[in-house]
């Protein structure tokens, strides 16, 4: 079963930025892709970004032109980058490994295996 470690997270001023990591396994990092969801409270899990193995990224909605997906081959690490950040970004977010087909997916119920999640609350 694949193991993903998250770190980062915390507390940040709007406008500010905060970067998410998630440790895979040699095995979990080189045979599945990985994408990164939020969940706010009371609201439902949403797709942030993602990114394929063979390199690649995908943003929702949320992440366009704020937030950054890559990745560390030498670490088995994949990172998030969140900048100019709101209030309305405060939220667990988790990272998540799946095998993707052509079309990325962005629901959370095509992913196979989560990291334990990570908070990130944004004050004025």
């Known amino acids: 079963q694949a193991q993903l470690v998250q770190s980062g997270g915390g507390l940040v001023q709007a406008g500010g930025s905060v970067g998410l990591s998630c440790a895979a396994s040699l095995s979990t990092f080189s045979t599945y892709d990985m994408g990164w969801f939020r969940q706010a409270a009371g609201k439902e899990r949403e797709f942030v970004a993602a990114i394929r193995r063979g390199g690649g990224t995908w943003y929702g909605n949320p992440a366009k032109g704020r937030f950054t997906i890559s990745s560390d081959n030498g670490k088995n690490t994949h990172y998030l980058r969140l900048n100019y950040l709101k209030p309305e970004d405060t939220a667990i977010y988790y990272c998540?490994?799946?095998?993707?087909?052509?079309?990325?997916?962005?629901?959370?119920?095509?992913?196979?295996?989560w990291g334990q999640g990570t908070q990130v609350t944004v004050s004025l």
């Open positions: 998540a490994a799946a095998r993707f087909g052509n079309v990325v997916p962005t629901s959370p119920h095509e992913y196979s295996f």
